[in-house]
Nanobody, 115 residues
Framework: QVQLVESGGGLVQPGGSLRLSCAAS????????MGWYRQAPGKQRELVAA???????NYADSVKGRFTISRDNAKNTVSLQMNSLKPEDTAVYYC?????????WGQGTQVTISS
């Protein structure tokens, strides 16, 4: 079973950047579909970006061209580089590892975009 710990959240002004990291233990990120999700107050959790074991990447339309997901197999981490941040990106961001019927979540990290 994989355990996930997110880091890197914080408060930034609109137009700024943040880099989120997800450190995995217990299993390799390379064999899981690794995803970043977010949940804003009063809204459902939504997929932001995901990277499959073979390297296929998917992004939500709302973040295409601004966010980049990457995986470091040697460090067993997954990162989300977020640029040109907007107030509507404010949410708790969660890391997810999925493989067949297994799914594991991190505890989440708060991202707040405000001037």
């Amino acid at each position: 079973q994989v355990q996930l710990v997110e880091s890197g959240g914080g408060l930034v002004q609109p137009g700024g950047s943040l880099r989120l990291s997800c450190a995995a233990s217990g299993s390799a990120v390379s064999i899981h579909t690794m995803g970043w999700y977010r949940q804003a107050p009063g809204k459902q959790r939504e997929l932001v970006a995901a990277i499959a074991p073979g390297g296929t990447i998917n992004y939500a339309d709302s973040v295409k061209g601004r966010f980049t997901i990457s995986r470091d197999n040697a460090k067993n981490t997954v990162s989300l580089q977020m640029n040109s941040l907007k107030p509507e990106d404010t949410a708790v961001y969660y890391c997810n590892a999925r493989r067949e019927t297994f799914s594991s979540w991190g505890q989440g990290t708060q991202v707040t975009i405000s001037s």
